[in-house]
């Protein structure tokens, strides 16, 4: 078999780093509060830095990890402000605006509950693609570390 043929799949050492970087993100979000969800980006980050000049595949899973635990960070603030937006209306119109705000409140906790379930299953998806040695891009992603 031609030599340019072959794809070469990354070693057990790369993919142990790249299953680490999602896997370190999951555990350290998990072990905090979900709105300081904030240390899975860290998490993922610090293995991205250790391995950014020594395996382009476990960075890239890294990277990708790190990225897409800042994002979904930042959709839990947005979730967390618009939040405090439906109390403050309630409040300001003397409970009247309940009438709009609950229903609100009630959408607003479900979107809260997918971004939850999206971000445990897409975590334990790109481990699963690390591990076996595969690329995996992060569904609504904001990708700020390139």
Same mark, same amino acid.
């Given at each position: 078999?031609?030599?340019?043929?072959?794809?070469?799949?990354?070693?057990?050492g790369d993919r142990q780093w790249?299953?680490?970087?999602?896997?370190?993100?999951?555990?350290?979000?998990?072990?905090?509060?979900?709105?300081?969800?904030?240390?899975?980006?860290?998490?993922?980050?610090?293995?991205?830095?250790?391995?950014?000049?020594?395996?382009?595949?476990?960075?890239?899973?890294?990277?990708e990890a790190a990225n897409f635990n800042l994002s979904?960070?930042? +959709?839990?603030?947005?979730?967390?402000?618009?939040?405090?937006?439906?109390?403050?209306?309630?409040?300001?119109?003397?409970?009247?605006?309940?009438?709009?705000?609950?229903?609100?409140?009630?959408?607003?906790?479900?979107?809260?509950?997918?971004?939850?379930?999206?971000?445990?299953?897409?975590?334990?998806?790109?481990?699963?693609?690390?591990?076996?040695?595969?690329? +995996?891009? +992060?569904?609504?992603?904001?990708?700020?570390?390139?």
């Amino acid at each position: 078999m031609d030599n340019s043929m072959q794809t070469l799949s990354p070693g057990l050492g790369d993919r142990q780093w790249a299953v680490a970087a999602p896997l370190a993100a999951l555990a350290a979000a998990a072990l905090t509060h979900w709105f300081a969800g904030v240390a899975g980006a860290v998490a993922a980050f610090v293995v991205w830095m250790l391995v950014r000049d020594k395996s382009a595949f476990a960075s890239e899973h890294a990277k990708e990890a790190a990225n897409f635990n800042l994002s979904m960070f930042l +959709y839990a603030c947005a979730a967390g402000a618009i939040g405090i937006v439906l109390v403050g209306a309630t409040v300001l119109t003397l409970g009247i605006g309940a009438l709009v705000t609950i229903p609100a409140g009630i959408v607003l906790l479900c979107v809260i509950a997918a971004i939850a379930l999206m971000w445990l299953v897409c975590s334990l998806v790109a481990a699963f693609k690390a591990w076996d040695g595969k690329p +995996y891009r +992060y569904p609504l992603t904001i990708r700020l570390l390139d």
